[in-house]
């Protein structure tokens, strides 16, 4: 009960899990019938080594969806013995979820993703948050539950990878964690559970505070420098563009007028985007590393629900994919990629080069 911990909003599912542990001598205690969005017992932000999980695809977060007092509803002797067991940190944990139910605030406004990369209060305070999918805020979620150094597996869309409109998304995961690896699985591995989305499997580590504050100084020298490298340009013709609005305030030709704001409106916001991507290029070309990529074609399950052969680890019932051997599963290379990186990449050019 203090190390095991499971949350699914599918109370089938964590009856099911329940059942699980105790067939195989466990205790069930941590596992909950809850919104996985929202703070329960043992389950609060910064609390684990290590997160599993394959989040729903497809729905979404609306405005209008609200913690309930269901969601937060304790005993008082459940209240002491959970803060006895994890003290002020679900003390503190608890309060911001009772905060946010005294306020009435939508469960979206527990998260930073929603917002975009919005990080001014100015931009945050104009811009209400609409409708997100599920999938994206349960990768913000698992991340704020993990420990510095915590590790994360987590099944996403392949739109999550791909998809220009969510850039955010993935330099929000690139901001506080270090990608070890994507597994790209096959179209048909969710075809027996009713869903056709092409899928991956993300594994993530969480910064440890050093690595936080590497990654930190870095993205703040890049910025800088990027800044200091438009900043006389900006200045010049923004001076131009603003005195082009005094004449023709002066000359009280209003169409001029407002010609003249909107072209310096879209000039600092054209110049604002170019700055951020160039300081966004120039912090990955410094802060590099490896990231292992894995293209499965046999998981252990066919289209239609049988078991299949699995080419991502070796399973002495499912078997290996004919001609493959173990040293070739996914886990086995990715075991040799992060022994030596360089090395691995070097093996795997040289062979693309024979063939």
């Not at 940190?89 to 979820?97: F, G, I, K, P």
């Not at 392949?158 to 506080?176: A, K, T």
């Not at 305030?249 to 700055?275: I, V």
């Amino acid at each position: 009960n203090r190390c095991i911990y499971g949350c699914d909003a599918n109370d089938r599912m964590a009856r099911t899990s329940k059942m699980n542990m105790i067939m195989h001598g466990d205790g069930h205690g941590g596992v909950h019938h809850h919104n996985g969005f929202i703070n329960v017992n043992g389950i609060f932000e910064g609390r684990f080594d290590i997160i599993l999980t394959n989040p729903p695809f497809g729905a979404n977060v609306e405005p209008t969806d609200r913690i309930t007092e269901g969601d937060v509803r304790t005993t008082d002797e459940q209240r002491r013995r959970y803060s006895r067991a994890y003290g002020k940190a679900y003390t503190d944990a608890q309060e911001r979820v009772l905060k946010a139910l005294e306020a009435k605030a939508p469960i979206g406004s527990l998260f930073d993703l929603p917002h975009k990369g919005e990080d001014n209060e100015a931009e945050l305070a104009r811009h209400k948050p609409g409708k997100i999918k599920t999938e994206i805020l349960f990768i913000e979620r698992c991340l704020s539950l993990l420990k510095p150094g915590g590790r994360l597996g987590i099944v996403l869309p392949e739109g999550i990878f791909n998809n220009p409109s969510l850039q955010y998304v993935r330099e929000f995961c690139e901001d506080r964690a270090r990608i070890l690896a994507v597994v790209s699985l096959p179209q048909e591995a969710f075809f027996a559970a009713g869903a056709t989305v092409k899928a991956s499997m993300l594994f993530v580590q969480k910064y440890t505070e050093a690595e936080a504050a590497k990654f930190a100084k870095v993205r703040d020298a890049a910025i800088k420098e990027v800044e200091a490298k438009h900043t006389p340009a900006i200045a010049a013709e923004t001076a131009r563009l603003e005195a082009e609005i005094d004449a023709a305030k002066q000359a009280k030709d209003a169409d001029r007028r407002k010609a003249a704001q909107s072209q310096l409106k879209q000039y600092l916001a054209r110049m604002a985007e170019q700055k951020r991507l160039e300081a966004r290029a120039l912090l990955r070309e410094r802060f590099d590393y490896p990231v292992f990529l894995y293209d499965a074609k046999h998981i252990g399950i066919s289209a239609t629900g049988e078991p299949d052969a699995c080419e991502l680890h070796l399973d002495p019932i499912l078997g290996l994919p004919e001609g493959m051997q173990e040293q070739t599963t996914a886990l086995m290379q990715y075991r040799l990629f992060r022994r030596n990186p360089d090395a691995f990449i070097a093996a795997i050019s040289k062979r693309e080069v024979s063939r």
